[in-house]
């Protein structure tokens, strides 16, 4: 597995669950063919929110909920094809079946991953990385971006420019 230099690592604090949101509507938007976010962080730190913007950039309705019951969720209607797969079920089990997540972390669509650590030796090289951490402040949270690979530093660059445009705006209005 090849390890990138540190310089790819982005740190954000998100104020509320409208800021996850948008955070990974432009994630979505900015997602490209063969796209994998890991996302990792404690229950309820706001995987699944992410997931849902994302799902939104993508320009898909539906509202994505983790797949309780399914080790994956398929979402074919929007920009890209989404893959969600949620580990948590499966936990230190999870690399034992590797073996049904191959199509979803290696194809054309755009993959998330939550509780992606359980996987971690078998993630494509090329990812980004994402830890979600709780703050004192309800709904606010900080993440750690890092990017591996250059499909993923190039969605990162991207993703937290529109960002920057983003908060920038939202303080001109408030």
């Known amino acids: 597995m090849t390890e990138w230099p540190v310089g790819n690592v982005q740190y954000l604090t998100l104020k509320s669950v ?29 995987k699944t929110t992410l997931t849902s913007g994302i799902a939104q950039g993508l320009g898909l309705d539906e509202v994505t909920q983790s797949p309780t019951f399914t080790l994956v969720a398929e979402y074919s209607d929007g920009r890209l094809p989404l893959y969600h797969m949620d580990l948590y079920r ?7 079946e590797m073996d049904l997540f191959d199509e979803y972390l290696y194809g054309e669509g755009v993959c998330v991953v939550e509780w992606a650590q359980w996987i971690h030796d078998f ?40 960002w920057s445009s983003w908060q920038w705006i939202q303080q001109q209005t408030n």
Not at 138 to 159: C, F, S, T
Request: net charge negative; proline share 4%.
């Open 90 to 96: 499966l936990a230190e089990q999870a690399s034992r």
């Open 123 to 162: 993630l494509p090289d090329d990812r980004l990385e994402l830890t979600i951490h709780k703050l004192d402040q309800p709904d606010a949270r900080e993440i750690q971006v890092i990017a591996y690979g250059k499909l993923a530093m190039d969605v990162l660059k991207e993703w937290t420019d529109r």
């Open 18 to 46: 409208e800021a996850t949101l948008q955070f990974g509507r432009i994630g979505g938007e900015v997602a490209k063919p063969g796209t994998v976010f890991c996302l990792n962080g404690e229950l309820g730190a706001g």
